[in-house]
Every structure is written in structure tokens, then in C-alpha cells.
């Protein structure tokens, strides 16, 4: 509990209320999605210099199992292999720091998304991380970055285009 209130996702106004769910609010949900996409597109840069072989096999495997699971019309494991996928990338820079904070900031994100309903696009999510995996694979480092910041912004896009719960998250403080 002590962690998750350091992080800023719970609150404890009154040591005698117990703990609740920390506030949204849309501009921190903005700042969360920019830090997010140039955190994942420095990950993706160091990771296309670093990458072995095995991490690339592994991130292709995950990639594999969700285009599979899609194609099956499964979509009960998809959001694990996404996170799985995104923290593979930060595994593959062999930072421990990076890795810390790609977890943070994907926590942060699923922290934001009880207030966001709309239906994933697997469809997308996984042909931008065919263009992510393409870029490690050539050890193109640009690439590889410019398509992580981008799969982040779209990703971004899509969540404010959504409806957003406005008992979940405040609107008027953008």
C-alpha cells in the first residue's frame, strides 16, 4: 500500500478512512502519455543497439501469440502479451532503470484506463508493434523510436477520443 501511494495511485486523506483510489484528472493523464512515449522511444532506441538475438526471438514469439490469439477471436490474454511486449523492449536496453520506469509508467496508464471506455483496435496495437520489431530487427535505432513515440501517440489518441468517465476522471482541469 505503502508503494501504490508513493506512486501517486492511492491516497489515504485520513489515516482513519482507508485507503482510495488517487484522483484523475485529463492533464495528468496527457503528462502520463508523454512521459510514456519518450520513455518506450528511448527504450526502443537503446534496445535496437542492445537487443540479443534470444530478446528478439522472445518479443517475436509475443507478437506471434497475439496475432494468433486475434485471429482467433480470443482476446482474453492480449492485454498481458501488450504489456509483456512493451516491458520486453525495456528488458532488451538491459537497464534496470528503464525497466523500473517503463512498469511505472504502464501502471500508470492502467491506472487511467478504469476511467476510458473504449474497445482495444488488437488490429492496430499489432501492426504498429510489427514496425517496432521490424526496426529492433535492422538495429535501426531512429526507427525504432520514431515508431514507439508513435505507437504511444496514437494509443493517446485513441483514449481522448473515447468516453472518458467524467465521475472517474476530471475533464475541467486541462
Same mark, same amino acid.
Given at each position: 500500500?505503502q508503494?501504490?501511494?508513493t506512486?501517486?495511485?492511492?491516497v489515504?486523506?485520513n489515516?482513519h478512512a482507508?485507503?482510495?483510489v488517487a484522483?484523475?484528472?485529463l492533464?495528468?493523464?496527457r503528462?502520463?502519455?508523454?512521459a510514456?512515449g519518450a +520513455?518506450e522511444g528511448?527504450?526502443? @532506441?537503446?534496445a535496437?543497439?542492445?537487443?540479443?538475438?534470444a530478446e528478439l526471438?522472445?518479443l517475436?514469439?509475443m507478437?506471434?501469440q497475439m496475432r494468433?490469439? +486475434?485471429?482467433?477471436?480470443?482476446h482474453r490474454?492480449l492485454?498481458?502479451l501488450n @504489456?509483456r511486449?512493451h516491458t520486453g523492449i525495456?528488458?532488451?536496453?538491459? $537497464?534496470a532503470?528503464l525497466?523500473?520506469?517503463?512498469d511505472?509508467?504502464?501502471?500508470?496508464?492502467?491506472? $487511467?484506463?478504469?476511467?476510458?471506455?473504449?474497445?482495444p483496435?488488437?488490429e492496430?496495437?499489432?501492426?504498429?508493434?510489427?514496425?517496432?520489431?521490424?526496426? +529492433?530487427? @535492422?538495429r535501426d535505432?531512429?526507427q525504432?523510436e520514431q515508431?514507439?513515440?508513435?505507437h504511444?501517440e496514437w494509443?493517446?489518441?485513441?483514449? =481522448?477520443?473515447?468516453? =472518458?468517465d467524467?465521475s472517474l476522471?476530471?475533464?475541467?482541469d486541462?
Amino acid at each position: 500500500m505503502q508503494r501504490l501511494t508513493t506512486q501517486g495511485l492511492v491516497v489515504q486523506p485520513n489515516p482513519h478512512a482507508g485507503a482510495q483510489v488517487a484522483p484523475l484528472s485529463l492533464r495528468e493523464m496527457r503528462g502520463v502519455y508523454l512521459a510514456r512515449g519518450a +520513455l518506450e522511444g528511448l527504450a526502443a @532506441r537503446v534496445a535496437a543497439t542492445t537487443v540479443s538475438d534470444a530478446e528478439l526471438a522472445e518479443l517475436q514469439d509475443m507478437h506471434e501469440q497475439m496475432r494468433q490469439q +486475434l485471429a482467433a477471436g480470443d482476446h482474453r490474454d492480449l492485454s498481458t502479451l501488450n @504489456r509483456r511486449f512493451h516491458t520486453g523492449i525495456a528488458d532488451a536496453t538491459h $537497464y534496470a532503470t528503464l525497466r523500473e520506469l517503463t512498469d511505472l509508467t504502464l501502471l500508470r496508464v492502467q491506472h $487511467y484506463r478504469i476511467g476510458v471506455r473504449v474497445e482495444p483496435a488488437w488490429e492496430q496495437v499489432i501492426s504498429e508493434h510489427s514496425a517496432i520489431l521490424d526496426a +529492433l530487427r @535492422r538495429r535501426d535505432a531512429d526507427q525504432a523510436e520514431q515508431a514507439a513515440r508513435e505507437h504511444v501517440e496514437w494509443q493517446l489518441g485513441v483514449e =481522448l477520443r473515447a468516453t =472518458l468517465d467524467p465521475s472517474l476522471i476530471d475533464l475541467d482541469d486541462d
